[in-house]
């Protein structure tokens, strides 16, 4: 059967805070079959769990953040996306500030942080959100669509007004059956102007924001040294956000979904339109060969 998976050891890593510029201490833990994926901040309360769930989400604007009561963690859509990606379903992560480290805009490093930690399969079957029928939001020209699909894939385009994004790719489809989220997406790092930085910086916000931590535009060029990592670096790293926020449905998706110019806000509201309509069942697969998504054995897991 396709079994639920956790880390198989405890991994530390620390970093800087995108907004806050503080370095910031993280932990990410094993956590027992059924238990989902929480967070907990350290310098507030040990013991308060915030599940990684669509209804803690608390503010959309710049990440997605979760809260619980008072307690707020930032910008975890990185690092959950590559919780999603590694089909990870129980992980608790410690972290003594209000948000996940930047580390280098991508979901990169957290990859690899898990990868080191191993991975270990664990004696539950795994849990799918399946979609059972379309749903659409919009704002403005923004769209969210999600949709039946025998499978996991993920359809993106962008539209900004800038010279320099106007010279890049702006659509994106990736099939998750014929590739996977290590390869394509997980490297794909966040981006922003060096304007945009200016105005955010002046009000307290995006402190920690640099050319290693981010692609930075400038008016006509981009700015870091190395360049993009790859050409549609861009809308894939819209991609990778949206695999984070749909992993706030607290398990793998087996659907389709397609995004124009959203953004964290919308795509929660996407989340919570499909909970409202019912627009999903739970499944599970005794046999791994039905499953429509396949995942890797853990390289150092439990047989």
Not at 85 to 91: A, K, R, V, W
Not at 170 to 176: A, G, V
Not at 202 to 228: D, Y
């Amino acid at each position: 059967m396709l079994k639920q998976r956790t880390l198989r050891n405890a991994i530390k890593a620390k970093g800087i805070g995108l907004h806050t510029g503080k370095t910031l201490n993280m932990e990410l833990l094993p956590s027992e079959p059924d238990s989902g994926i929480h967070f907990i901040r350290t310098d507030i309360d040990e013991n308060i769990k915030i599940p990684a769930l669509v209804e803690y989400v608390g503010d959309t604007s710049l990440s997605t953040a979760l809260m619980l009561d008072d307690i707020k963690i930032s910008t975890i859509e990185h690092l959950l996306s590559a919780i999603a990606g590694l089909g990870i379903d129980n992980c608790t992560i410690k972290v003594d500030g209000p948000e996940i480290p930047i580390m280098d805009g991508s979901s990169s490093p957290f990859v690899f942080l898990i990868q080191s930690a191993g991975l270990s399969e664990q004696d539950q079957i795994k849990k799918f959100i399946k979609v059972t029928k379309e749903i659409t939001v919009e704002r403005g020209d923004a769209v969210a669509t999600i949709k039946p699909f025998n499978g996991f894939k993920v359809s993106f385009k962008v539209d900004f007004d800038h010279p320099v994004h106007k010279q890049l790719p702006s659509e994106s489809i990736i099939d998750f059956s014929s590739t996977s989220f290590v390869k394509e997406v997980c490297r794909a790092r966040t981006f922003g102007s060096f304007s945009e930085k200016e105005i955010l910086q002046a009000k307290n916000l995006a402190l920690g924001a640099s050319e290693s931590n981010a692609i930075v535009f400038g008016e006509n060029e981009i700015m870091n040294k190395e360049g993009l990592r790859f050409n549609d670096e861009i809308v894939k790293h819209k991609m990778l956000d949206a695999i984070g926020d749909l992993y706030l449905l607290g398990h793998n998706l087996i659907g389709e979904f397609s995004g124009y110019k959203s953004g964290h806000a919308l795509n929660n509201e996407l989340l919570k339109k499909i909970i409202s309509e019912e627009a999903f069942e739970i499944v599970q697969f005794e046999n791994m060969q039905n499953a429509p998504i396949s995942y890797t054995r853990p390289p150092f897991g439990d047989a």
